[in-house]
């Protein structure tokens, strides 16, 4: 996949662009068809240095409608889940795949996650938190390369490079599926489990450190 390029940060630091200057870049997107039919691109929200990032797949109606990533149902699950943690909506990142809405809120298709996901990769790399939880499918196997289901992944840890990478169901469809509720829980408190065992380096020890 393409590799986004900022004018003046051809090779840029972990930490070194602003979400605001990858928000810059993005504009008023038109690189798929998605621009056509939704209302608002749902960038990002949320602590541009947070430990921890969730990516989801992609904008629903809600979130189409305000611009804001987890506003809707799944966005309430979410919330009340970080206390599993220790955190708060306010210290976390909260990012999708795709930055505009698939119609019905269908999939995205292959060609609309290859033109999109640049972005998230800078994302990631402005942020560059040390994990990044995966909801559902589509960020699972974005992250992790992987064809595998977050049936099969969920419940473990997964380092890749700088990140530790915690794959788990996507919070609206344990709306639909009440049974995985407690399995997502659980990899929430995993995500809590971790962060304490892998308290924050120092400031100034390494390119994580966000300066």
Do not use: M
């Given at each position: 996949m393409p590799v986004m390029r900022i004018p003046g940060h051809?090779?840029?630091?972990?930490?070194?662009?602003?979400?605001?200057?990858?928000?810059?870049v993005l504009?008023?997107?038109?690189?798929?068809?998605?621009a056509q039919t939704r209302t608002n691109i749902v960038f990002g929200v949320g602590d541009p240095h947070a430990r921890v990032m969730f990516i989801g797949?992609?904008?629903g109606r809600n979130e189409d409608l305000q611009g804001e990533p987890f506003?809707?149902?799944?966005?309430?699950?979410?919330?009340?889940?970080?206390s599993l943690a220790g955190l708060t909506r306010d210290q976390v990142y909260i990012a999708n795949v795709i930055k505009c809405r698939p119609p019905s809120n269908r999939?995205?298709?292959p060609e609309e996650i290859e033109a999109c996901s640049p972005f998230l990769r800078e994302q990631i790399r402005s942020v560059?938190?040390?994990?990044?939880?995966?909801l559902g499918n589509f960020a699972t196997q974005f992250v992790l390369r992987t064809d595998?289901?977050?049936?099969?992944?969920?419940?473990?840890?997964?380092?890749?490079?700088?990140?530790?990478?915690?794959?788990?169901?996507h919070p609206a469809a344990c709306l639909y599926h009440e049974q995985w509720q407690p399995l997502l829980q659980q990899d929430i408190a995993m995500v809590g489990a971790w962060l304490r065992e892998h308290p924050a380096a120092q400031a100034g020890t390494d390119a994580g450190s966000k300066e």
């Open positions: 051809e090779h840029q630091r972990p930490g070194e662009v602003s979400l605001q200057e990858i928000r810059d504009g008023d997107c038109r690189l798929c068809p998605l797949e992609g904008p506003v809707g149902a799944a966005g309430h699950n979410l919330d009340s889940l970080l999939n995205p298709r560059w938190p040390d994990v990044l939880v995966c595998k289901g977050v049936t099969h992944l969920r419940g473990h840890v997964y380092q890749t490079g700088h990140f530790a990478v915690v794959p788990t169901f």
